[in-house]
């Protein structure tokens, strides 16, 4: 395999390293996910992103102590894994994807930990089961298109589970976007559907998670996106403003 470069990434050395998602050190998008990588109750959390030969960010993985992960996700003693990203697709056949749960992995037993854990799902948005389960992670739940995948490094242990997120869709009446500044793609999505609801006379309640907490028990399996209807979850990841205006003309056509 051709060798990469590991780089750690944590509040002290984010300001240097960078985020791997956003370039761009003057956008909004890049300042929103590094004030919230440096918000105090992320404890623990850290990126893992894979260098080339020239320095470059080619790959990344973010995790966080299973208790502060901002999903719909109970779990005691694990690192959960935010996100994986490989960029380049001879990297991803080269095996990098591994790598990087490999080091996550090296960095749990390191600290401690039970297991690792993540979710996966059907449609787009998170990653592909079959990663994990090559890397030892089981489906220990299914719920929508969602899979929560844990990898155990214990015979006796307490199972993650799914906060069930339908329970409180109810609740939303109305036209609603909740988000949280975990993705750093937030910040222009929440704009453009915010100008795109002002052109429509659409009143669009737009809610920030500020907590792990609150993101675990939003209505939406990805926790810190969700676009809400009257009850009805209509996106749960970013989503551009021409698609948020074609389900618009079809939730008003009913």
Known sequence: METFTFQTVTADSVAEAGICCVKDKQSPAYRAKVDWFLDKQNKGLQIISALDQSGKQIAFIEFIPSELAWRPVQANNYFFIHCIAVYKKEAREKGLGSALIQQCEKAARENG??????????????????????CGFE??????RYELLVKSFETSYETPKFIDWTRVQDKYNGWHLVYADQCPWHENAVTALKNAAKENNIELKISKLLTADEAKHAPSGFGAFSLMHNGKLLADHYISKTRFMNILKKELQK
Do not use: H, Q
């Not at 297991?115 to 090559?134: H, V």
């Not at 489906?139 to 929508?144: H, I, R, S, T």
């Open 113 to 134: 930990k039970s297991g690792l854990c993540t979710m996966s799902s059907d449609g787009p948005w998170m990653a592909n089961r079959s990663l994990f389960k090559k």
């Open 139 to 144: 489906a220990v739940e299914k719920l929508g």
